[in-house]
C-alpha cells in the first residue's frame, strides 16, 4: 500500500504561482511513477503531467507545458508541482497519483487539493 498526502492549494490571482506538494507513505520502493491530475467542477478528470520516479523523466500535458514543473525529494518520497503564470481555467481538485511495479496505470491516489485562480 501506498498513502498520498496533497498540500498547498490555495486561492490566488491570474498570473500567480504556486507550489504543490505530495507525500508519499508505505510501500513507497514500489512506486515507478508519480502523476498529477486534476478535475475542474463539472469536467472529467485530466492529466497535468507525471514524472519517472527513478530517472526523473516528465512528461506534461499541452495545456500546462512551459508554465508547471514537477520535481523530486526522493529522500523525502515527496513530488512538488511548480504552477507559474496560473490562469482562471487551471482551478481544479490537484490530486496526485502512483504507479507502482508491477501494475498498470495509476493505482493510489491522494484525497486532493483544490486550486482556485481567479481573474
Known amino acids: 500500500q501506498v498513502q498520498l498526502v496533497e498540500s498547498g492549494g490555495g486561492l490566488l490571482q491570474a498570473g500567480g504561482s504556486l507550489r504543490l506538494s505530495c507525500a508519499a507513505s508505505?510501500?513507497?520502493?514500489?512506486?515507478?511513477?508519480m502523476g498529477w491530475f486534476r478535475q475542474a467542477s463539472g469536467k472529467e478528470r485530466e492529466f497535468v503531467g507525471s514524472?519517472?520516479?527513478?530517472?526523473?523523466?516528465?512528461v506534461y500535458a499541452d495545456s500546462v507545458k512551459g508554465r508547471f514543473t514537477i520535481s523530486r525529494e526522493k529522500v523525502k518520497h515527496t513530488v512538488y508541482l511548480q504552477m507559474d503564470a496560473l490562469k482562471p481555467e487551471d482551478t481544479a481538485l490537484y490530486y496526485c497519483?502512483?504507479?507502482?511495479?508491477?501494475?498498470?496505470?495509476?493505482?493510489?491516489w491522494g484525497q486532493g487539493t483544490q486550486v482556485t485562480v481567479s481573474l
Open positions: 514524472m519517472r520516479w527513478s530517472g526523473g523523466n516528465t
Open positions: 497519483a502512483a504507479s507502482v511495479v508491477g501494475s498498470s496505470g495509476y493505482h493510489y
Open positions: 508505505g510501500r513507497t520502493f514500489n512506486i515507478n511513477a
